[in-house]
């Protein structure tokens, strides 16, 4: 499940698609097609996507990936994992990874497809990545790149995982100071030092997560489901309303961005709480709330559905 908000543009970091076709554009062969490649399980689900790997002599491979939803972690999330695991495996002896194509895709999806994302890195180490940023390539773009139009689709020999038990949404109030400790994650402003120099200069708005008014977006949350609730409806059902409901109440389109980030289950605050406490979503949106002292908002929990 992708943390999803815009995906910030690094102009001195990512490369344009012209540039990547001028600097890599060559007649590859697809050398790997792999319908079900893993990469690992997290809290017992497989990591699985399509990998099409196209080489040719002298020039770097470029991987295309493309992953449905429920295939474990998403594409966006662990980018720097799958391609470091793609560049250790398949790629070994190269200086640098594949080129790193990602697409989404709907399981029997048939139909061409019209887009996908250049996902550059920045190279840290042997097999050591961090993403830099997200840049759209088109079908026909990317055929230019590789030398063939390339099948945007899932695959014919993709196996769905089987479907997990049905759990029942239920969206939780909880102090933010009751939040794991978020982990610092491709964003400058999550490491300490930068984190710092922010306070020191007073610098509140270095990204998307930290331009929100998080306090007044969660708020809100909390009276729409506080309201929602005593006229009978459940967490299911405002999941599915919570944006005409929050339009009623006069919400503008800005804070109505921010609160999709937390009642959208797909892509809302999910932490793990305990010893090893995590996130599956909202670490950069919880790191934000915290620097801003925000007192409470809402994360979401799935139980058994018939456990109160």
Same mark, same amino acid.
């Given at each position: ?131 830099? !940023?997200?840049?759209?390539?088109? #079908?026909?773009?990317? $055929?230019?790149?590789?030398? *063939?139009? +390339?099948?945007?689709? /899932? ?126 979503? !909202?670490?950069?949106?919880?790191? #934000?709330?915290?620097? $801003?002292?925000?007192?409470? *908002?809402? +994360?979401?929990?799935? /139980? ?5």
């Amino acid at each position: 499940m992708p943390d999803q908000s815009p995906h910030p543009r690094k102009p001195d970091i990512e490369p344009t698609v012209e540039e990547a076709l001028l600097a890599h554009a060559a007649l590859r062969e697809r050398t790997v097609d792999d319908h079900m490649f893993t990469a690992g399980e997290v809290w017992g689900i497989p990591c699985t996507f399509r990998l099409q790997l196209f080489t040719a002599p002298g020039h770097r491979p470029v991987a295309v990936v493309t992953q449905t939803p429920d295939e474990g972690t998403s594409l966006t999330n662990a980018a720097e994992r799958y391609a470091s695991r793609v560049w250790e495996l398949h790629a070994p002896d190269e200086p640098e990874p594949p080129i790193w194509i990602q697409h989404y895709a709907e399981p029997g999806e048939q139909q061409p497809a019209a887009e996908f994302d250049l996902v550059p890195f920045r190279v840290d180490g042997r097999f050591e990545l961090q993403v830099a !940023g997200w840049v759209q390539i088109t #079908a026909d773009q990317l $055929a230019a790149l590789v030398g *063939t139009p +390339v099948d945007g689709t /899932r695959g014919e020999r993709y196996v769905p995982h089987p479907a997990p038990p049905e759990e029942r949404l239920q969206y939780v109030v909880m102090d933010v100071a009751d939040l794991p400790e978020p982990t610092p994650f491709r964003e400058a402003c999550m490491t300490p030092l930068r984190r710092i120099l922010n306070r020191l200069l007073r610098r509140t708005s270095c990204c998307w997560y930290h331009q929100q008014d998080w306090s007044e977006v969660s708020e809100l949350g909390i009276q729409l489901i506080e309201q929602a609730r005593t006229a009978g409806k459940t967490d299911h059902e405002i999941s599915e309303q919570f944006m005409a409901m929050a339009r009623e109440l006069g919400t503008g389109n800005e804070d109505l961005i921010a609160l999709k980030s937390l009642l959208e289950p797909s892509v809302a605050i999910v932490p793990h709480l305990g010893e090893n406490a995590t996130y599956t979503n !909202g670490n950069h949106r919880a790191r #934000a709330m915290k620097d $801003a002292g925000v007192t409470r *908002t809402i +994360v979401a929990t799935w /139980r058994p559905p018939n456990e109160s």
